[in-house]
T-cell receptor, first 108, second 114 residues
Framework: GQSLEQPSEVTAVEGAIVQINCTYQTSGFYGLSWYQQHDGGAPTFLSYNALDGLEETGRFSSFLSRSDSYGYLLLQELQMKDSASYFCAVNRDDKIIFGKGTRLHILP | DSGVTQTPKHLITATGQRVTLRCSPR?????VYWYQQSLDQGLQFLIQYYNGEERAKGNILERFSAQQFPDLHSELNLSSLELGDSALYFC?????????????FGQGTRLTVV
């Protein structure tokens, strides 16, 4: 089967850096994605890693290591608006499978 | 605005009833995905269509069915509804299938079964 594990909650301080980890038990997938979802809203795409290594998009970076079955999302210069749930996802066999999500709490 | 349109936004219905949720993908997108999100839960993959054909199935109940029409819009039919079917149902679309970089989500349909 395919499963992705993420911490259920993470708390960080405004202006700081936070890393949200994602470990997975699947192989043969095309890439690892990250999505953000605010309460009551739709998931929105943040980042995608097709290859191992770091992808940077503004304040957000994402990392993938296929040999370690591991990835992470790094959020820098945290802002209160970053309070949301973050999901990692893999696409394989025409499916996009999501982890259960990590709720990020940001303290002022 | 993702360009994906879902209707209705809210739906309240009684147990045992049947409802149809509608999704119009982004212009040009051929793939449509359906997801169920219960309270404080992740996005459970239900089913995927590409250019009118079913291509992947997840943990979709037999009471649920879907189709994608020639104009590429999709419908998710939920029948014999139970209280536990209350959830947010999302539709997403992408240009292709397989190595999909990014999927675009609609605003969802909130289904409440009473």
């Amino acid at each position: 089967g395919q499963s992705l594990e993420q911490p259920s909650e993470v708390t960080a301080v405004e202006g700081a850096i936070v890393q949200i980890n994602c470990t997975y038990q699947t192989s043969g997938f095309y890439g690892l994605s990250w999505y953000q979802q605010h309460d009551g809203g739709a998931p929105t795409f943040l980042s995608y890693n097709a290859l191992d290594g770091l992808e940077e998009t503004g304040r957000f970076s994402s990392f993938l290591s296929r040999s370690d079955s591991y990835g992470y999302l790094l959020l820098q210069e945290l802002q209160m608006k970053d309070s949301a749930s973050y999901f990692c996802a893999v696409n394989r066999d025409d499916k996009i499978i999501f982890g259960k999500g990590t709720r990020l709490h940001i303290l002022p | 605005d993702s360009g994906v349109t879902q209707t209705p936004k809210h739906l309240i219905t009684a147990t045992g009833q049947r409802v149809t949720l509608r999704c119009s993908p982004r212009s040009g997108d051929l793939s449509v995905y359906w997801y169920q999100q219960s309270l404080d839960q992740g996005l459970q993959f239900l089913i995927q269509y590409y250019n009118g054909e079913e291509r992947a199935k997840g943990n979709i109940l037999e009471r649920f069915s879907a189709q994608q029409f020639p104009d590429l819009h999709s419908e998710l039919n939920l029948s014999s509804l139970e209280l536990g079917d209350s959830a947010l149902y999302f539709c997403a679309s992408s240009a292709g299938q397989g190595a999909v970089t990014e999927a675009f989500f609609g605003q969802g349909t909130r289904l409440t079964v009473v």
